[in-house]
């Protein structure tokens, strides 16, 4: 199969404009892969095991042929490592393999082997910054704008509100919306428990350094989730979800009617004229007081708790 760059890129960015993506948040986060490039964004891990000669043992090429027909890969900066570029990413193939495990669904999404998980953290422009920052009432310091850590620092330092997501699409498009948004790759990816050589717990559960690193006194944390009706999810994300128990208290959203928070910013169908798309972010997080027509959706969230670290 022959996979031309330019119309590969194309068809990447039009995907994430469609989830409501600023376009330089793209360019500055995501690039097109194909070819054996993707092996190296992957398969980088001294975990895995090679052969003699270093090269990668013939069932993981088998496993993972199916990059070599392009993707896109998106990563962001490492807030602990001086905000350099992060190594771990995902990547999404354009032609997803079959889940073993589930063998009627695809895995749609691929992330370094042997590696273990992380979150975003998305460069923005400057434009966004301000977006940002005016939305929190936060201002932009001097000092901020020269720091080599930029907007990620300032979002430290400043205990400026952040929002988790599940999935960096949706992240792209609430930080183009104006909110501070970390994307996890999974409900349950915020988090981990010690266990024995057998996979039982022998721990107590613990955030991950990166989400870690925000969890600061006082720093109000929304988690921004999609609805979803099966028991089982609603049960795992109500109990576990990112860590929100070890952060602290966070405050718990569902997103309205089962839509992703990036659909939301897509149909503008929010009835706040601060344009939150949905109104599933707390009072709090508006600069002024609103009301909604007729008293639509007041019901629309719940609190739980009060914010991290109280």
Avoid at 21 to 32: G, P, R, T
Avoid at 75 to 104: A, E, T
Avoid at 225 to 242: I, S
Wanted: hydrophobic share 35%.
């Amino acid at each position: 199969m022959r996979i031309i760059e330019s119309d590969s890129q194309a068809k990447h960015l039009q995907e994430w404009l469609g989830s409501g993506v600023d376009e330089e948040i793209f360019h500055l986060n995501v690039k097109s892969l194909f070819g054996t490039l993707p092996y190296e964004y992957l398969l980088y891990s001294p975990k895995i095991s090679r052969r003699n000669d270093g090269r990668l043992r013939d069932r993981d090429l088998k496993k993972y042929q199916h990059i070599e027909l392009g993707g896109w890969w998106c990563s962001g900066i490492d807030p602990l490592n001086n905000y350099v570029s992060m190594m771990w990413g995902c990547f999404k193939p354009d032609h997803p393999r079959r889940d073993r495990q589930k063998i009627h669904k695809f895995i749609k999404y691929e992330h370094p082997f042997r590696e273990e998980t992380r979150a975003f953290f998305l460069l923005v422009p400057n434009r966004i910054w301000v977006k940002v920052s005016n939305r929190s009432g936060i201002p932009i310091t001097e000092e901020d704008l020269q720091h080599p850590g930029g907007f990620w620092h300032w979002i430290w330092r400043h205990n400026v509100p952040v929002t988790i997501v599940e999935g960096v699409k949706k992240a792209g498009a609430l930080l183009t919306a104006g909110y501070a948004a970390i994307a996890i790759p999974g409900v349950n990816a915020g988090y981990r428990t010690p266990t024995d050589e057998y996979g039982t717990a022998i721990g107590k559960p613990y955030l991950i350094p990166d989400l870690k690193h925000f969890a600061t006194q006082g720093r109000q944390v929304n988690i921004c989730f999609d609805q979803d009706n099966k028991p089982e999810t609603v049960q795992r994300v109500n109990k576990k979800g990112v860590g929100g128990r070890v952060l602290g208290v966070v405050r718990r959203r569902w997103t309205e009617l089962g839509t992703p928070p990036n659909a939301i910013v897509v149909k503008r169908r929010g009835l706040c004229p601060d344009g939150c798309w949905g109104c599933f972010f707390p009072h709090t997080l508006h600069p002024t007081p609103y009301t909604r027509p007729n008293g639509a959706g007041q019901n629309s969230y719940q609190s739980h708790g009060t914010a991290a670290g109280k």
